[in-house]
């Protein structure tokens, strides 16, 4: 028997709440949902987690990243877990073995083991219903040839200030649809971003209970040398929240502070966030872009850089092809700029959702549609895949490219495995 489980010890696994900016991405990863979340914080299951590690690395802010030496008898609940403001400190050695762990065994925390044996947790994992999960195919890591991100330069401890310098509603639609284009300025203070990254925007007052609002995680929509080139500014893609995923009438808390915001206001900024989710920059790559409403921020930023190096003349071909969902065109964000763009830059694919008197059409539709030059693109190890909207996109989305890849008599799981290994199909959905 395993020194530790006999010893009643485990390495029980917790979230920073001070650093956690709940963005739900640990969640949406664990295999085996050990994890959920209140109002309050994000929380690990003791009983279910078995330390696989599969939320770390797509963690932006690393607070996922966190283990406290435990005599099982004494792990900490997920109750008690939700009503943390910060961290509990380590049990010292006396107040191990005064709960019973000998010395032996609390000097040596890499006896620790989670509550949960790897045959329970491999039982939990096969008893996971849909059979295809489309999370295990999304890159951790990025492009080989991405550039170097910089990320949690100011924590949530210590957020720095930017200034509002451009507001303006970005889609034809009323009040409760609307999407804004945000662009904030940092005047001196050092913020470097890479497309693909993201910020957390901290809303003014309080909560419910009388707490701090916690910042909320928007994606970049400028390239890396700013929305106003050579500037040290950022845009983002924000969309008002006026109703739940339920269609229920709610006010998006920071979403509508964001989108109400005159030029000249100060907002509070932390991170940035995000170290894989990050372009490719080697002559020729490829890059293919599937998204949905606000999932195309990062797609815009990627798209502008592009084309700012092409009117340069420094970029070396490399395909660009959007798919670009929403359920209307007039609640399509950017929809005249994404006109104007010229043919052969990008080839662009919409699809909408709820247009009056036609066919609902979603971004996999089209996928299919166009699957002989998506074939050609899974062959070309210089191709690129990310999809960026809501969670319920991700997994049509990959099991389009699935499809696609094995009518074109190819092995989806050679072909999705090199995808993840090497940084070439990233998911990020909300």
Same mark, same amino acid.
């Given at each position: ?38 109002? =309050? =914080? ?7 987690? =078995? ?192 109703? +739940? ?29 995000? *170290? ?19 999932? *195309? ?9 592009? &084309? &700012?190096?092409?009117? *340069? ?69 210089? *191709? ?18 699935? +499809? ?6 190819? +092995? ?8 993840? &290994? ?9």
């Amino acid at each position: 028997m395993d020194m530790a489980v006999e010893a009643g010890i485990i390495k029980q696994h917790l979230i920073d709440p001070e650093i956690c900016i709940r963005c739900n991405t640990c969640e949406a990863t664990c295999p085996v949902n050990a994890i959920t979340h209140d109002d =309050n =914080n994000y929380v690990v299951r003791a009983d279910i987690c =078995n330390g696989c590690m599969a939320c770390i690395s797509p963690c932006p802010t690393g607070s996922i990243d966190n283990w406290r030496t435990m005599p099982l008898v004494r792990a900490y609940s997920i109750e008690e877990q939700f009503t943390w403001e910060s961290l509990p400190a380590e049990l010292s050695p006396e107040e191990l073995e005064a709960a019973g762990v000998s010395a032996d065994v609390a000097g040596d925390p890499e006896a620790a083991v989670p509550a949960q044996t790897q045959a329970q947790a491999q039982a939990a994992v096969e008893s996971l219903e849909p059979a295809f999960n489309s999370a295990q195919y999304g890159a951790t890591v990025p492009p080989w040839s991405a550039a170097h991100a910089y990320t949690n330069l100011f924590p949530p401890k210590t957020p720095t200030i930017a200034t509002v310098v451009g507001n303006f509603n970005c889609t034809e639609a009323g009040f409760d649809s609307e999407t804004h284009h945000i662009v904030l300025d940092f005047g001196v203070v050092p913020f470097p971003v890479l497309e693909g990254q993201s910020i957390g925007i901290v809303p003014p007052g309080v909560d419910a209970i009388g707490k701090r609002h916690h910042a909320r995680q928007y994606s970049v929509a400028s390239p890396r040398n700013g929305e106003r080139p050579g500037y040290n500014n950022v845009s983002l893609t924000v969309k008002r929240v006026t109703e +739940d995923h339920e269609g229920e009438p709610v006010r998006g808390v920071c979403s509508n502070y964001v989108c109400d915001l005159k030029v000249g206001d100060t907002v509070q900024v932390v991170g940035p966030f995000g *170290s894989s989710f990050l372009m490719p920059n080697h002559p020729r790559s490829h890059i293919v872009m599937i998204c949905t409403g606000t999932g *195309s921020a990062p797609m815009r930023a990627m798209t502008e850089w592009r &084309r &700012r190096l092409r009117k *340069s003349g420094k970029f070396e071909g490399g395909k660009l092809m959007l798919f670009f969902g929403a359920r209307t065109q007039q609640e399509l964000p950017y929809f005249g700029p994404l006109q104007s763009l010229p043919k052969d830059f990008i080839d662009i694919n919409l699809a909408f959702s709820r247009t009056p008197g036609q066919p609902k059409r979603y971004v996999q539709d089209l996928m299919r549609e166009r699957a002989a030059d998506l074939a050609a693109l899974l062959k070309d190890g210089a *191709s690129h895949f990310y999809v960026c909207g809501l969670k319920s996109m991700e997994e049509g989305v990959v099991l389009a490219l699935r +499809d696609v890849a094995k009518d074109a008599g190819l +092995d989806w799981d050679t072909v999705g495995a090199a995808l993840k &290994r090497e940084g070439r199909l990233h998911l990020e959905t909300y």
